[in-house]
């Protein structure tokens, strides 16, 4: 059994900074591709990073220069420095992962239960 499970999300105001942690465990064998998505009510679930297990990182337009994605592989956690927050960031952030459980096995995305970020203008 796998899980992911998302942490520091919360309340901030405009211009201020939220760091989010997913961290996966259970039985892994391998994780490749780590990535943060987010869902605002009545919205589809956009990517909003994502982090190689090389560590090439790729962002929406829409927070570049503001979000920073990195991993620890040893942790198996994959965090989000958010910074520069804006109204339009408030949403349900989800961590997603490609990982294998067992050598030789598929790679499978598992999710996160996601963690709710609100930001106040």
């Known amino acids: 059994q796998v899980q992911l499970v998302e942490s520091g999300g919360g309340l901030v105001q405009a211009g201020g900074s939220l760091r989010l942690v997913c961290a996966a465990s259970g039985s892994i064998f391998r994780i490749n591709d780590m990535r943060w998505y987010r869902q605002a009510p009545g919205k589809q679930r956009d990517l909003v990073a994502g982090?190689?297990?090389?560590?090439?990182?790729a962002y929406a337009d829409s927070v570049k220069g503001r979000f920073t994605i990195s991993r620890d592989n040893a942790k198996n956690t994959v965090y989000l420095q958010m910074n520069s927050e804006k109204p339009e960031d408030t949403a349900v952030y989800y961590c997603n992962a490609d990982l294998q459980q067992t050598a030789g096995s598929l790679f499978r995305a598992y999710w996160g239960q996601g963690t709710q970020v609100t930001v106040s203008s």
């Open positions: 982090i190689s297990s090389g560590g090439t990182t």
